[in-house]
Each structure stands twice: as structure tokens, then as C-alpha cells.
């Protein structure tokens, strides 16, 4: 191409680049809007507070009755339910990108069953403290390390790991139901309750506990984000590109795991935030590359929604948040598993 040509088409480049950053800069302040304004609902609805009302206690105003029902009352159940889609959603995307797979989550590859596995185990041995936050961290590194010594042959495949994942995730809840009948009945029917997924217990200290890993955590995502952009062009234009594509893969899946893990041993096993939430924050930016915060927020905004209805608009109401995420998650897995029949791969 010559310098001429060169010259033409550079500012062509820049303004498609350019409108491409502020259109998922507009994404991403939407969505946080739509967070906020979740929250804000929620926390409303359920005071009897005003949506003003709610505002001026959160910015630090407001009517000191106003503020003991806000934040005492519901803030703490709302910061979880928040904190847990940040979570979901970004671990999610995670694994999505690493493998190149809209069916990889850590609910479908068997890390959201071993963390669930180690939590009960943990909570029923030693209950109370961060007994269940060790135990489902610890459960969700065994499964990702059985899965990747399982799936892996001269490099990591992503069918193969989610293929052998959706296995490990049979086995993971088979000895979750073996250890619940070997305990007594009040003590397994809590445990079932949180199994469901639940920010109805959640408190000030496990959204401190939450908070702080993904203070951690997602800017480590943040940081991998170039890397798996890369990645989606391909293992060997990647590594011509210098990605050290085996590197960046663990790290992300590693990223994703202890994400996933704290976001079930803090309210259980939220299912389908995780898988949905990567696909919709990629559609919403439409620029085909990874959408990690995007995706974050998109599961904040689902996790306070889905609490939302499953608090007010369900038969039996209260009911805990993972009941709702599974009834919208089950359709969407069945159009994702539709999709390649009508040519929407990734």
C-alpha cells in the first residue's frame, strides 16, 4: 500500500475506532445507570421510601427513619445482589473469551457445583467465619484443575473443557446430594435454600468480604482484557501477535474461577447470570471484542432484577433469586444450543 493510500485510509480507521470506543462507552454508562436504577427500585419498593427519598439517604441525607429502613434493612441485600452479578458476569465473560465459547461459564463447566460442594462441606463441618468462602474456593480450583487435566491434549480446547466440565458437574452435585442425606433434616434443608441461591441472609460483612476480592480480581481482568482480544483472532495470529496464548488462557480462567467461587460461597449458586451475561454485553457493544466490564454490569443489572420479581411477582413470594435466573436462564442455554443451526456462532 502506498503512502498516499496509507493516508486516506487512516482517518477512515480513526473514526470507525472512535465511534467504536464511545459507543461502548455509552454501554457501559447505560448500563451502570440501569444498575443504580435497580437498585434504587428495590430498595424503594421494599422500605415504603421514595425513590427521592432513597436517593438523598444513599448520598448521605435524608430522614433518619428513611435511612434505618434503607440502609439497615434492605442496603445489605442489595449491595450482595449487586456485588454477585458483578461477579457472575464477569467470570463469565472470562471463560467465554479464554475458550471461545458462548457455552463455557462456570455453571455449566462444573466450577459453580465444586465451589458449591466445598461451601456445604465447609458450612456443615465448621459453620460460620470464611469457612464456606475457603471451602468453595477450594472446590472450585479441584474441579478447574481436574477439568483442565482432563481436556487437555497439546493445548486447551474449549469444547473439550466444557465438554468435560458439564461431567465434572454431575459428579460435583451427586456428592453435594450424598453429603445433605448424611446430615440431619434442619441442616440439610438450609443447605438446599442456599443451594437455590439466595441474597435474602446476605449481610454488611459478606459484601465486605465480596467487595474485597472483586477489588482485586476484576481489575486483574481488566488487565487481560487486550490479550483475549487477541485471542479471538486465533492461537496463531495471537502468538504472532507475542500472546503467550496458554499463559493468558489459565490466567483468565484462574480470574474467573476464584471470581465465581466467592460469589457462591457468599449466596450460592446463582445459575445462568454467568452464562448469559458475556453474550448480551458483547451484543449491546457489537464491536466483537471482549466486553469484560460491560459484561459485569450486565449481570448486576439481571442478579437486581431477577431479585426484584422473585421478591414480588412469583407465587409463594419471597422466593430466593436463583429460582427467577433459572427460569430466564433455561431458554436462553436452548437458543444458544439452537444457534449454530442458523449460523449465529461466535
Sequence with gaps: MTASAVEAVTPVVRAVARRRWVRRMSVGVGLLVAALAAAVLLLSWDTGVSARGTLAVLLGGGDPFDRV???QWQLPRVLVAALVGLAL???????????RNSLASPDIVGISQGASLGAVTALLLAPGGYAATVGALVGALVVAGLNLALSWR????????VLTGVGLS??????????LTRQESRQAQQALVWLIGSVGSAGFDDAARLGAV???????????????????LGDDTAAGLGVATSRVRLAALLVGTAVAAAAVAVVGPVSFVALTAAPIARRLVGDGRTALLQSALVGAV?????????????????LPVGIVT?????????????????GRTR
Excluded: K, T
Design 170 to 179: 454431575f459428579m460435583a452435585v451427586s456428592l453435594v446430594n450424598w453429603v
Design 214 to 232: 472483586l477489588a482485586v480480581l476484576l481489575p486483574a481482568g481488566v488487565l487481560l482484557a487486550r490479550r483475549l482480544d487477541l485471542l479471538e
Design 89 to 99: 458476569g464477569l467470570s463469565g465473560a472470562l471463560y467465554q473469551s479464554a475458550l
Design 302 to 318: 439481571v442478579v437486581l432484577l431477577a431479585d426484584f420479581v422473585a421478591l414480588h411477582f412469583l407465587p409463594s413470594s419471597p
Design 326 to 342: 433459572g427460569l430466564v436462564g433455561g431458554p436462553f442455554l436452548i437458543w444458544l444450543l439452537a444457534a449454530p443451526r442458523r
Design 69 to 71: 429502613m434503607v440502609v
Design 154 to 161: 497439546h493445548g486447551l480446547s474449549g469444547q473439550a473443557f
